[in-house]
């Protein structure tokens, strides 16, 4: 009994492993060893210091390992090499089948680069893509498959918590033919093919759906049906390709992991020549996706969800003080 007694007092003083002070795991009951998170996990991500030597201490659990995949453009399939892993730290990968197509030109696999068109007929640059295109989507599509399966696959296995698709998608305005042929359409279908009752509606003499034009964006005032249908036009076409494009990264990842769009612009009542001159309205695509109040607008004013409810709130507001419908607003 005398040993007993000894041994329990002794086991107080047996050393205790020593807690990863580099692992976002250690700071997290959401978090697993292997930094398998729970459903309630809140993702809390920085760019850079994705060494994950300082990055848990100060509360954050995920990090950036690369972009991926600017060789498929040139050569059809992905050799994308992400940086080594810290095996201690979380990440995302930033799939940028857009970006890929940057400088233009031809591709190897979809024919040349199909560009959107600002309103005084020239092409837009850079990452943007015409997306009424089917040889764009089929392009963004395939470079998502090559660049996921590829990322899945590399040795040693990725610790990814989530994707991020094309940074910074904010589009303007596109008077391509394919997207005025698109609106066309679409005012037939909303009209049920009576160009009177759009004629009615819009105070015009349209002879056809084929003869109307878009209106520039100087035009909202003069024109404010016909800028208002194209307008909800051009931001249901942004909410279709990424709610695609977000649904095709999560269908070629075997785990269905979360896919983000990164987005600086604000896209409603808060900055009003914004609205006019873009199409990326993260409000209505926010009305389409599930889940949404798991997203992260800003860690200050917290989940997309609640961000809608807000600007809802404000258009009702609004409304009142002027006069108006406020269930209409809503």
Same mark, same amino acid.
């Given at each position: 009994?005398?040993?007993?007694?000894?041994?329990?007092?002794?086991?107080?003083?047996?050393?205790?492993?020593?807690?990863?002070?580099?692992?976002? #795991?250690?700071?997290?009951?959401?978090? !697993? *060893?292997?930094?398998?998170?729970?459903?309630?996990?809140?993702?809390? +991500?920085?760019?850079?210091?994705?060494?994950?030597?300082?990055? /848990?201490?100060? +509360?954050?659990?995920?990090?950036?390992? +690369?972009?991926?995949?600017?060789?498929?453009?040139?050569?059809?399939?992905?050799?994308?090499?992400?940086?080594?892993?810290?095996?201690?730290?979380?990440?995302?990968?930033?799939?940028?089948?857009?970006?890929?197509?940057?400088?233009?030109?031809?591709? #190897?696999?979809? +024919?040349p680069v199909i560009r959107p068109v600002n309103e005084q007929g020239k092409e837009q640059k850079a990452q943007w893509i015409d997306y009424f295109a089917p040889s764009m989507r089929?392009?963004?599509? %395939?470079?998502?498959?090559?660049?996921?399966?590829? !990322?899945?696959?590399?040795?040693?296995?990725?610790?990814?918590?989530?994707?991020?698709?094309?940074?910074?998608?904010?589009?303007?305005?596109?008077?391509?033919?394919?997207?005025?042929?698109?609106?066309?359409?679409?005012?037939?279908?909303?009209?049920?093919?009576?160009?009177?009752?759009?004629?009615?509606?819009?105070?015009?003499?349209?002879?056809?759906?084929?003869?109307?034009?878009? /209106?520039?964006?100087?035009?909202?005032?003069?024109? /404010?049906?016909?800028?208002?249908?194209?307008? @909800?036009?051009?931001?249901?076409?942004?909410?279709?390709?990424?709610? *695609?494009?977000?649904?095709?990264?999560?269908?070629? @990842?075997?785990?269905?992991?979360?896919?983000?769009?990164?987005?600086?612009?604000?896209?409603?009542?808060?900055?009003?020549?914004?609205?006019?001159?873009?199409?990326?309205?993260? %409000?209505?695509?926010?009305?389409?996706?599930?889940?949404?109040?798991?997203?992260?607008?800003?860690?200050?004013?917290?989940?997309?969800?609640?961000?809608?409810?807000?600007?809802?709130?404000?258009?009702?507001?609004?409304?009142?003080?002027?006069?108006? @419908? !406020?269930?209409?607003?809503?």
């Amino acid at each position: 009994m005398k040993s007993l007694a000894i041994l329990a007092a002794l086991l107080p003083l047996a050393p205790i492993p020593a807690a990863d002070v580099h692992s976002p #795991a250690t700071y997290s009951l959401e978090l !697993s *060893s292997e930094l398998k998170p729970t459903e309630k996990l809140f993702p809390l +991500g920085m760019l850079g210091g994705n060494r994950f030597t300082l990055l /848990p201490q100060l +509360g954050f659990n995920f990090s950036e390992t +690369g972009h991926c995949c600017y060789s498929f453009k040139e050569k059809g399939k992905c050799t994308c090499k992400l940086e080594n892993n810290a095996p201690n730290g979380l990440y995302f990968v930033a799939v940028w089948a857009a970006h890929t197509m940057y400088h233009g030109g031809n591709t #190897a696999t979809h +024919g040349p680069v199909i560009r959107p068109v600002n309103e005084q007929g020239k092409e837009q640059k850079a990452q943007w893509i015409d997306y009424f295109a089917p040889s764009m989507r089929d392009y963004i599509r %395939a470079c998502v498959k090559t660049t996921v399966e590829g !990322s899945v696959s590399q040795t040693p296995k990725r610790n990814i918590l989530m994707w991020n698709i094309d940074n910074e998608w904010e589009p303007l305005l596109n008077y391509s033919p394919l997207a005025v042929a698109g609106f066309q359409r679409d005012l037939e279908r909303v009209y049920k093919g009576d160009i009177g009752k759009l004629n009615e509606a819009w105070k015009t003499q349209y002879g056809s759906f084929g003869e109307i034009q878009p /209106p520039k964006g100087s035009e909202y005032l003069e024109k /404010p049906a016909a800028w208002l249908a194209w307008h @909800d036009f051009s931001e249901n076409a942004f909410v279709d390709f990424i709610g *695609s494009y977000l649904n095709w990264v999560r269908e070629f @990842d075997p785990e269905h992991r979360p896919a983000v769009l990164k987005s600086t612009q604000c896209s409603s009542i808060e900055m009003n020549y914004i609205v006019r001159s873009h199409t990326a309205n993260l %409000a209505k695509l926010s009305d389409r996706v599930p889940q949404l109040d798991k997203v992260v607008y800003h860690n200050k004013l917290g989940s997309q969800l609640e961000r809608v409810e807000r600007v809802r709130s404000l258009a009702r507001i609004i409304a009142q003080r002027i006069g108006g @419908d !406020s269930e209409l607003a809503d």
